[in-house]
């Protein structure tokens, strides 16, 4: 007899092997040029979850294709666990400070670094791989599983909450795990039990009809740079907190139980100088760091760019500037309705001498998870098992969209069950996932899918 | 007999062609990448010169070469005309606008279109063809000829100075004649007087030491592409002045009858709209368009980097931002002295919450040209003659930092003989050349030449 912990342990090598060719195909879902990798990674995950014995269908949408899986062998009398992940990547440019090839996985202390290695193929892939060491050791799955994965979650889930809607029987399950999150370190998992919504925008200001030579048009044009500039300063006040007016209006304060709660898992000043590099810490007055990281609302300039941005010097007046614009929302905002704020707002302090535009490129749902439901104590009971401790309970600061579809249209509790840490370097360079935690979160994802039979 | 003019009638077909050959090389000074074809520029011009009888020399320098051609064979008691122009242009990339290949001419409605078409190798060519009407047809020069066309105009004229410097005696000349610069309208010649200088410059702010993801960071770090803005937004005054403490310490102001000399060519509101596309003028309050151009000095944002600029949404939170940040200078103002007063000020005004740079790219001397020297009214008279009408005066807003230059180390009066228009769109896109005014512009120059033997 063999079972599953002990087949996991000893498949790890190849197990390892499996994650570097997936995370090789470059499944960037924000360029259009990587259409076809990120095709080619779900036929990858496809076939691998035939191989261990999974009915799965490639489900077409008018964007990246939703990758279905499910095992329905425990029977109808056994509870059903969905799991869900994404196959897609951020982009990742060589330039943009990552020390090797983003799509070249490379291992250094322990750890694998690639694009992808924490968020989330790594971390998607320690579910699916449990699922496989249930599947093909001599135990068998105690309950049914449905495996969701998606090529869209870096741009917002953007067909996936369809799928979900028409597929409300399909997906029918008692519980929906997710590892797209991280624990607070390396000794001590957390659950998060809040994520942050996320409204994605662009700003574009228009000066003049063409570049102009800014030494016989400029002093007489307002500079679509500088006003570009001179809009951004105005979205925040001095004291950190965002100045478009009524963004606060719909955010819950926090009670001071849960204040209290969250003082516990807060970083000191000095850790967050170490984790960040930055010199001094910043945010909203009168809030603790992660209390603003997690519990409110941030705008963010996720990029900028006017005209001349190459080496040496152009004198150019540039023509239009733009900036990439993004809000992280907490529970009970609307992400639309923040869109139309940030909108009206730059449309109001936008001087005569340009023209202004926001447009909006995505949004994502805020979600809160319920603490109370008895999912949450088979997590609970699986960490121990898998790491050796209690969970804390944590806010997080990222968003994963589809949350708040899958607790609307589904009915379902929603366990985020995180592998990474803060350090991975997610939607950065250098992204890189700890092999060890890897290895843990297979081990804790089987100690769940057993759990979860007591359903 | 054929006299130089009709010499230059009928050599105009073989005269465009030749100016088409040049703007083919893309001479772009600032592109390290580009520095073969500024060399093959300099080689093509200097074969040129060569093939109408000049004595030419290719003069390396750490940067583009110098092409120095003379021709001296009017003899030592007549007198000498050096000529300046620059063979090096601006960056031009097809996707910023230009509705063909920038270094492909096109003829469109009498107009040449092509990157370097009027600033500068279409004017610096007039004056060549000037000279070659001269030497080639029966008449031959009355004067003697220096002609100094340099690779490094666009890059603040690197290491022209040094050259000037250094060859004093063989530059030694009665006037120096440029033409680099725009006259008022096609049917209204104009005479340059005065030149902005330039000091320009690179922002960089860094916050956290590497890219983050705006989720797991954002609000709890000055994200730096916000702060880039904020120190942006604070360089100017709501007025449209520059707030930066002591920017118009050594700025001369206008007297009475300037402004009433500037007041006769000014734009109204109207020309301006239609010309920039702007929607509505906008400057230093107090102050004209054309002395908000002319007379007074502007620091303009030439272009914004910062994180993620590529097509979709990627959210991260940028290590860093940059800025490229250029002032035009007035007479009396010191560029070394601006570039140490921003520097000063962003380092006062940066929050402690991330760091700053500015860092200097290069700098040119503003010039002021003495209306009372005798070589000005040979110049008017040239315009008289080849225009068919009086030339007015005015003051450019653009930099030729050489002009400078010319007059401490040479003693020499400047004469600024344009024959480009503000709508030639030079450093932007789709920049042209009136053919009309490249071959009136050669007529010009012929009878500026013929007049200078008074001197």
Known sequence: ??????????????????????????SVSTNPENAGDVRRAAEWLAADMRRIGMDVEIVDTPGHPIVYGEWLGAGPDKPTVLIYGHYDVQPAERETGWDTDP????????????????????????????VESLLLSDAKSPVNIKFLAEGEEEVSSLHLGEFVTANRERLKADVCVISDSGILAKDQPSIVYSLRGLTYMELHVQGPDKDLHSGGFGGGVHNPAQALCELIAALHNPDGSIAVPGFYDDVLPL?????????????????WLRITGVPQVWG?????????????????????????????????LPA?????????LVANQSPQRIYELVRDYIAQITPPTVRSEVRLLHTGEPALVDLNSPAIQLAITAYE?????????????????????????????VILMGFGLDTDGAHGPNEHFDIEMYYRGIDTAIYFLQEAAKL
Chains 1, 2 share one sequence.
Not at 6 to 25: N, T
Request: charged content about 30%; overall charge neutral; aromatic content about 8%.
């Open 385 to 413: 098992k898998g790491w050796g401790k209690t969970p804390v309970f944590v806010r997080e600061g990222g968003s994963i969209p589809i949350v708040a579809d899958f607790q609307r249209e589904l009915g379902l509790p």
């Open 255 to 271: 009670s001071a139980q849960e204040r209290e709660e969250i003082k516990k898992t807060d970083w000191t000043e000095e850790e």
């Open 1 to 26: 007899m063999v079972s599953p912990h002990e087949y996991a342990r000893s498949q790890q090598p190849a197990f390892l092997e499996q994650l570097k060719e997936l995370i090789r195909i470059p």
């Open 320 to 328: 239009k500037a733009m900036a990439k614009i993004s809000c992280r």
């Open 103 to 130: 799509f070249e996985p490379v291992i250094k202390d322990g750890k694998l670094y690639a694009r992808g290695s924490s968020d989330d193929k790594g971390q998607m892939f320690a579910q699916l791989k449990a």
């Open 284 to 316: 909203e007055a009168g809030y603790s760091l992660r209390e603003r990281i997690g519990a409110r609302p941030t705008l963010e300039v996720n990029g900028l760019l006017s005209g001349f941005t190459g080496e040496g010097a152009k004198t150019v």
